[in-house]
């Protein structure tokens, strides 16, 4: 039987991407950015799974332009976006650019000269994925050892900020969990997710928490300089790959857990691929406690994101993930135990499980809006 799961975001459905990036240049910063523009063109070329990419003008407005890049699938492109080398790449573009705006696009169907019949190709998505009208995202930063419980009060003691944004945005739920001395922010928005980010880092509130925070991040920052503030958040993000809920009604008293996954390195994707893929199949099972969840990854980081029926006890929560011949010994392959202070050669399954059971991240604070 077919999984019966929702699904609104994946990068794993094998579709080929395309990447729109809006852009408004500063006044005679054009020369500057055209070669910024060809320093980045022969970098992004070599990178593995890029296919092409465009560079346009407004034929109505000289100062707004538009690069568009296609690439194999998705998980290439979130690798190399979050990248240090993509990092490095894209500052000789900081000083001409005023404003930017990126997209990226699942290829569902395209009609060529070469096609007699308007098909989709194999590579593209035939399914269109369900939407629920909510964006997510999360951001992940370290702070110092030893921090960790000032840091933690701090980050639950504010007031939350005003929920909506504009007329097509609302903040909906904002979720913060830390293990050890990770934090990761998830946030969920109805509407344009650039303008709810920049919508909460403008509030008062929010301002104030960051500032407290600073003197204990591992890595500085300065969020009233531009270019320091966009290489944090860059640096910081942590992409949805992949959103399901099961497809009946939400029960009443969902709780949220959020789970830390460090993969071995380099296993990072097929991590989450692993993970997406079984939460698809539980959002099929009625008798699953999961019955929602959103997958987070970035390099060698994964963040399982769960709305579960009851309370699980520990060993319930560290057994989830498990079902299927060989998935133990898979999961073993694939995640770094010395990474959240596991070591040691036991039973497989037995083994996995001790992975998991510290893998449940403490929860800070879970805040929905009420209106």
Known sequence: ??????????????????????????????QQFLDAYELMRRQVASVPGHISD?????????????????????????????????????KPMHSCVRDTRSMRYSVLRETSPAQSQRTAPADTQVE????????????????????????????????????QVDENTRLRRTSLFMHGNRVVRAVEVEGDLLAALRHVARQPEVRAVEEAINPYLEQDRDLTDPDSARVFFTRAALPAVQHVVADRPAPAGLRRHALYYPAREGRGTELARLLAHQDRDA??????????????QRDDIVVRLIDLVGEPDLDALASLGLKGEGKPAELEHLLDGAAIGVEGSLDTERNVNRLLSHADMLPVTDRSATS
């Open 283 to 296: 959002a099929s099972d009625p008798d699953n406690p999961v019955y929602g969840s959103t997958v987070f």
């Open 54 to 90: 465009q560079l346009c003008q407004s034929i109505e407005n000289p100062s707004q332009w538009l690069i568009t890049s296609e690439w194999e699938s998705a998980p290439p492109f979130l690798a190399w976006v979050n990248s240090e080398e993509h990092v490095e790449t894209v």
């Open 1 to 30: 039987m077919a999984p019966s799961g929702r699904i609104s975001q994946s990068v794993f459905d094998g579709s080929r991407l395309r990447v729109i990036l809006l852009l408004d240049l500063y006044e005679g910063a054009q």
């Open 128 to 163: 269109a994925r369900v939407g629920d009208g909510v964006a997510r995202h999360a951001l992940t930063f370290t702070v110092k050892p030893g921090s960790e419980s000032k840091v933690a009060e701090i980050l639950s003691g504010y007031e939350s900020p005003s929920a």
